[in-house]
């Protein structure tokens, strides 16, 4: 089934991933398996990729996540919606978040 | 909007990898976390009694490790390998492991695959090592136990490899070349390839003891190989010649010997990564035990042992003639396993020529090609 993502929606990191920063690349390491396509798959999260994921923080829809990422980054709000939500869908995908 | 945020990438795509040609990192540390083992292989450098009681009261507890552990990742480690002895020994080996993954490392796991249970099958099936590294001593009980002098570990062995097989736990297949097995070699060498996909490598190059036992070194010895044996079953294996032939033509340059260079160190040692002991103390990399070049991380921080200490003993300069003539400017030391923390291992001292060593690396150099040879040789 197609992971289901909107902009009203809540997201948490996984407690089965860990999300580190490597002498400045920063990884998502899945802890369990089945996450990613193989077992020894890391993750990389360009710079913008980890401004969202930093405001993941089950607290914090993607909406406003999104109007947070518009104002740091001085951007079109509607493509920088679509940008989290992509990347949210992505991520869930993944099973790297989850629904608060 | 963009095609994809989140890029899968394999461990050596990582951009780190370039950044440690320039500067030193941390990416990855070894964790002795015992020198006991149930086996008592011939040839084994490190292995004490399972039932040592002193040497288990010495062994980093769970709190130090995780102490050591939590340091690493500020310095931003990435991969672990647990190492021993056989790591299984440990009762909290499930802790220990579940720890390093919490902290998101990846981890790769030496053992001998006798203790496997399902157990552990499970467990590493929910928590994916980045592999598993087993070594094969031989394919028969024979020669098998004559190596591990432990009745039973064949079968143990055997079933516990099976085991991960079955369940699909990425398993690494490796064997060390010595007087007890190399009769099986070709034997041991497909019973591998029939197993693993990985390029199954083996070693024909034995360590001294850590310790500097001496009625244990003797033995380690015994079990080494001729240069002309070890030449031999090079040869026999295409892959691994090749490699060899590879390798030496880049490692053989001009620029590679520093002429007039007195350091002892030229090797990448301490650059990317490190070595704690099963007691505490970090070193340089598993090999290196000379008292000065060991730091006791039971009294001071990982910080300094990286920043400070390593540098220090990177430094390290030789007076030694016999050195600065001979290995220092060896224009064939990438076909030798010379280096300070072997020549510390076979005479005491970090800086000596060693005999056998020479005769292997020359004996090497010898059975290459013409183009890949080195055009200066130093006699042994
Ligand atoms: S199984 Fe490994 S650690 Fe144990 S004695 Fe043999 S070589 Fe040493
Ligand atoms: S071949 Fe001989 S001289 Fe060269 S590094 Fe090895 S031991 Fe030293």
Same mark, same amino acid.
């Given at each position: 089934?197609?992971?289901?993502?909107?902009?009203?929606?809540?997201?948490?990191?996984?407690?089965?991933?860990?999300? *580190?920063?490597?002498?400045?690349?920063?990884?998502?390491?899945?802890?369990?398996?089945?996450?990613?396509?193989?077992?020894?798959?890391?993750?990389?999260?360009?710079?913008?990729? *980890?401004?969202?994921?930093?405001?993941?923080?089950?607290?914090?829809?993607?909406?406003?996540?999104? *109007?947070?990422?518009?104002?740091?980054?001085?951007?079109?709000?509607?493509?920088?919606?679509?940008?989290?939500?992509?990347?949210?869908?992505?991520?869930?995908? *993944?099973?790297?978040?989850?629904?608060? | 909007? $963009?095609?994809?945020?989140?890029?899968?990438? =394999?461990?050596?795509?990582?951009?780190?990898?370039?950044?440690?040609?320039?500067?030193? %990192?941390?990416?990855?540390?070894?964790?002795?976390?015992?020198?006991?083992?149930?086996?008592?292989?011939?040839?084994?450098?490190?292995?004490?009694?399972?039932?040592?009681?002193?040497?288990?009261?010495?062994?980093?507890?769970?709190? $130090?490790?995780?102490?050591?552990?939590?340091?690493?990742?500020?310095?931003?480690?990435?991969?672990?390998?647990?190492?021993?002895?056989? @790591?299984?020994?440990?009762?909290?080996?499930?802790?220990?492991?579940?720890?390093?993954?919490? =902290?998101?490392?990846?981890?790769?796991?030496?053992?001998?695959? &006798?203790?496997? &249970? +399902?157990? #552990?099958? /499970?467990?590493?099936?929910?928590?994916?090592?980045?592999?598993?590294?087993?070594?094969?001593?031989?394919?028969?009980?024979?020669?098998?136990? /004559?190596?591990?002098?432990?009745?039973?570990?064949?079968?143990?062995?055997?079933?516990?490899?099976?085991?991960?097989? /079955?369940?699909?736990?990425?398993?690494?297949?490796?064997?060390?070349?010595?007087?007890?097995?190399?009769?099986?070699?070709?034997?041991?060498?497909?019973?591998?390839? $029939?197993?693993?996909?990985?390029?199954?490598?083996?070693?024909?190059?034995?360590?001294?003891?850590?310790?500097?036992?001496?009625?244990?070194?003797?033995?380690?010895?015994?079990?080494?190989?001729?240069?002309?044996?070890?030449?031999?079953?090079?040869?026999?294996?295409?892959? %691994?010649? $090749?490699?060899?032939?590879?390798?030496?033509?880049?490692?053989?340059?001009?620029?590679?010997?520093?002429?007039?260079?007195?350091?002892?160190?030229?090797?990448?040692?301490?650059?990317?990564?490190?070595?704690?002991?099963?007691?505490?103390?970090?070193?340089?990399?598993?090999?290196?035990?000379? @008292? !000065?070049?060991?730091?006791?991380?039971? =009294?001071?921080?990982?910080?300094?042992?990286?920043? =400070?200490?390593?540098?220090?003993?990177?430094?390290?300069?030789? /007076?030694?003639? !016999?050195?600065?003539?001979?290995?220092?400017?060896?224009?064939?030391?990438?076909?030798?396993?010379?280096?300070?923390?072997?020549?510390?291992? +076979? &005479?005491?001292?970090? !800086?000596? @020529?060693?005999?056998?060593?020479?005769?292997?690396? #020359?004996?090497?150099?010898?059975?290459?090609? @013409?183009?890949?040879?080195?055009?200066?040789? &130093?006699?042994?």
């Amino acid at each position: 089934m197609e992971a289901q993502v909107d902009l009203n929606s809540i997201y948490a990191p996984s407690e089965d991933v860990v999300a *580190r920063d490597v002498h400045g690349e920063f990884i998502i390491i899945p802890m369990t398996s089945g996450i990613g396509d193989s077992d020894d798959a890391i993750f990389s999260l360009n710079e913008f990729g *980890r401004a969202i994921w930093d405001k993941l923080d089950g607290k914090t829809s993607l909406k406003e996540v999104a *109007r947070a990422l518009a104002l740091q980054f001085e951007g079109d709000t509607t493509e920088i919606e679509n940008d989290v939500l992509g990347l949210a869908e992505e991520l869930l995908k *993944r099973k790297m978040i989850i629904k608060a | 909007m $963009q095609d994809s945020f989140v890029e899968p990438l =394999k461990l050596l795509e990582l951009p780190v990898w370039e950044k440690i040609k320039n500067e030193r %990192r941390l990416i990855s540390f070894d964790l002795e976390i015992t020198a006991r083992c149930n086996n008592n292989c011939r040839h084994c450098y490190i292995n004490l009694p399972a039932k040592d009681k002193r040497t288990k009261e010495k062994e980093m507890s769970l709190a $130090q490790i995780k102490n050591i552990v939590e340091q690493a990742i500020e310095l931003r480690a990435l991969w672990c390998l647990i190492t021993g002895g056989e @790591p299984l020994l440990r009762e909290d080996f499930f802790d220990i492991y579940l720890y390093l993954k919490k =902290k998101g490392l990846l981890i790769s796991v030496f053992t001998n695959a &006798t203790l496997i &249970t +399902e157990e #552990h099958i /499970k467990f590493f099936k929910r928590y994916p090592p980045r592999d598993i590294e087993v070594t094969v001593y031989g394919v028969t009980e024979e020669t098998y136990e /004559k190596v591990t002098r432990n009745p039973g570990s064949c079968d143990a062995f055997m079933d516990g490899l099976e085991l991960l097989l /079955k369940n699909k736990v990425k398993v690494r297949l490796k064997a060390m070349a010595l007087r007890s097995n190399v009769h099986e070699l070709t034997a041991i060498s497909q019973f591998c390839r $029939q197993r693993t996909k990985d390029y199954f490598r083996f070693d024909p190059f034995l360590h001294l003891r850590f310790d500097a036992d001496i009625k244990r070194n003797e033995e380690i010895k015994s079990e080494r190989l001729l240069p002309k044996e070890i030449v031999t079953i090079e040869k026999n294996d295409p892959e %691994r010649f $090749q490699a060899l032939e590879k390798g030496c033509d880049g490692l053989i340059n001009p620029d590679f010997a520093h002429f007039g260079c007195d350091h002892l160190f030229n090797c990448g040692t301490g650059n990317g990564s490190f070595t704690v002991s099963y007691d505490g103390f970090f070193r340089l990399c598993s090999s290196l035990w000379h @008292p !000065d070049c060991i730091y006791d991380l039971k =009294k001071g921080m990982l910080a300094e042992a990286w920043h =400070k200490f390593v540098p220090q003993v990177r430094g390290m300069r030789s /007076k030694r003639d !016999d050195f600065l003539k001979k290995c220092r400017v060896c224009p064939i030391i990438n076909l030798c396993i010379w280096c300070p923390a072997h020549s510390y291992l +076979e &005479t005491a001292e970090l !800086d000596n @020529p060693v005999d056998y060593f020479c005769k292997v690396a #020359h004996a090497r150099s010898e059975s290459l090609a @013409p183009q890949f040879r080195p055009s200066i040789a &130093t006699q042994p």
